[in-house]
Nanobody, 128 residues
Framework: QVQLVESGGGLVQAGGSLNLSCAAS?????????????MAWFRQAPGKEREFVAA????????YHAESVKGRFTISRDNAKDAVYLQMNTLKPEDTAVYYC????????????????WGQGTQVTVSS
């Protein structure tokens, strides 16, 4: 089981920036093909379904961003720190949501849009 803890959320004005962090601990995916596994960000706004935001493979060889955030958000990882980040620029009010860090296979996250391990979430609020 992988434990995930997010941080970095907050209140920001439209057009502003935030950088979310997710620290991973516990059982890792060591010993398996690193690009077959991924860490990712999802978000869920009030009254809406959970939405995939971005994913990066453990080896860093694969990166994928949802169309709704492409060009504004950038996912990255630091393997030395077992951490993944989401740099969010040019934020819009419609980006307001609880952002969740997730970990699982690349296929599960990117194709099936689901994951075995989840963090507790961090609130991002963008005011107009």
């Amino acid at each position: 089981q992988v434990q995930l803890v997010e941080s970095g959320g907050g209140l920001v004005q439209a057009g502003g920036s935030l950088n979310l962090s997710c620290a991973a601990s516990g059982r890792t995916f060591s010993g398996r093909s690193s690009d077959a596994y991924a860490m990712a960000w999802f978000r869920q706004a009030p009254g809406k379904e959970r939405e995939f935001v971005a994913a990066v493979s453990l080896g860093g060889g694969r990166i994928y961003h949802a169309e709704s955030v492409k060009g504004r958000f950038t996912i990255s990882r630091d393997n030395a720190k077992d951490a993944v980040y989401l740099q969010m620029n040019t934020l819009k009010p419609e980006d307001t949501a609880v952002y969740y860090c997730a970990a699982d296979s690349w296929h599960s996250i990117v194709v099936l849009k689901r994951a075995k391990s989840w963090g507790q979430g961090t609130q991002v609020t963008v005011s107009s």
